[in-house]
C-alpha cells in the first residue's frame, strides 16, 4: 500500500516569512511528485512538479525532493495571506498515469497578517 | 477558454436513489478521472478513462459506474446511493497519460440522507 504522509496542520506562518511544507512518501518506486493548493471549497490546482532530485524553483515557490530520504517538500518565500490554503502532496511511479497517483491528506497552511 | 466543468454543484438525494453527476472537458483530453474527497482520507480514484470506450475501477469503484461515449463527457453513476457516498466529487483530465498533472473541475458536493 502506497502512503503518502503529510502534517495536517495547521500551520501557521506569519506574513512575509517561508512556509515550508513537508511530505513522505513510502515508495521507493516513486519518480514523479506534485503540488496541488486547494483553497477552502474549491478544487485541487497544481503549483508545482517535479521528477529529479535537487530544487525546483517557480517564482516564489521551491519544490525540494530527497529521494534517497523519501520526501518532497514545498518553500513558499515572502508568503502572502492569498497562500493560505490547503496544500495537496501527490506521487507517482516514473511514467506512471494518473490512475497510480496517490494523494496524501494535505496540510492545512495559515499566512497570519 | 478550455474548461472542465461538473453539474450539479449540489445535490440531495435519498438512500436507494440512482444519481448522475456529469463532467465535461473542452481541451480535447483523452484521459479523464473521478475522485471522491473526504475528511481524513484525502482525494482517492473512483473511476478512470484513457479513452473513449474506455473505462477502468479505481481505488473506491464499488457503487459506482461510468461511460465514455465520447472525449468530452466521463459521468459518474451512483447506481443506489448510499449515505457512505456522501461527499465531494472531482472530476479531472490530464493532457498526457503518463502524468500526475490534472485538470479538476469545480466539484459536486452530494448528500445523501
Known amino acids: 500500500q502506497k502512503e503518502v504522509e503529510q502534517n495536517s496542520g495547521p500551520l501557521s506562518v506569519p506574513e512575509g516569512a517561508i512556509a515550508s511544507l513537508n511530505c513522505t512518501y513510502s515508495?521507493?518506486?516513486?519518480?514523479?511528485f506534485f503540488w496541488y493548493r486547494q483553497y477552502s471549497g474549491k478544487s485541487p490546482e497544481l503549483i508545482m512538479s517535479i521528477y529529479s532530485n535537487g530544487d525546483k524553483e517557480d517564482g516564489r515557490f521551491t519544490a525540494q525532493l530527497n529521494k534517497a530520504s523519501q520526501y518532497v517538500s514545498l518553500l513558499i518565500r515572502d508568503s502572502q495571506p492569498s497562500d493560505s490554503a490547503t496544500y495537496l502532496c501527490?506521487?507517482?511511479?516514473?511514467?506512471?498515469?494518473?490512475?497510480?497517483?496517490?494523494f496524501g491528506k494535505g496540510t492545512h497552511l495559515i499566512i497570519q497578517p | 477558454d478550455a474548461e472542465i466543468t461538473q453539474s450539479p454543484r449540489h445535490k440531495i438525494t435519498e438512500t436507494g436513489r440512482q444519481v448522475t453527476l456529469a463532467c465535461h472537458q473542452t481541451w480535447n483530453h483523452n484521459n479523464m478521472f473521478w475522485y471522491r474527497q473526504d475528511l481524513g482520507h484525502g482525494l482517492r480514484l473512483i473511476h478512470y478513462s484513457y479513452g473513449v470506450q474506455d473505462t477502468n475501477k479505481g481505488e473506491v469503484s464499488d457503487g459506482y459506474s461510468v461511460s465514455r461515449s465520447n472525449t468530452e463527457d466521463l459521468p459518474l453513476t451512483l447506481e443506489s446511493a448510499a449515505s457512505s457516498q456522501t461527499s465531494v466529487y472531482f472530476c479531472?483530465?490530464?493532457?498526457?497519460?503518463?502524468?500526475?498533472?490534472?485538470?479538476f473541475g469545480e466539484g459536486s458536493r452530494l448528500t445523501v440522507l
Open positions: 501527490a506521487v507517482n511511479v516514473e511514467g506512471g498515469g494518473a490512475d497510480g497517483l496517490t
Open positions: 515508495d521507493r518506486g516513486s519518480q514523479s
Open positions: 479531472a483530465s490530464s493532457e498526457r497519460a503518463n502524468t500526475g498533472e490534472l485538470f
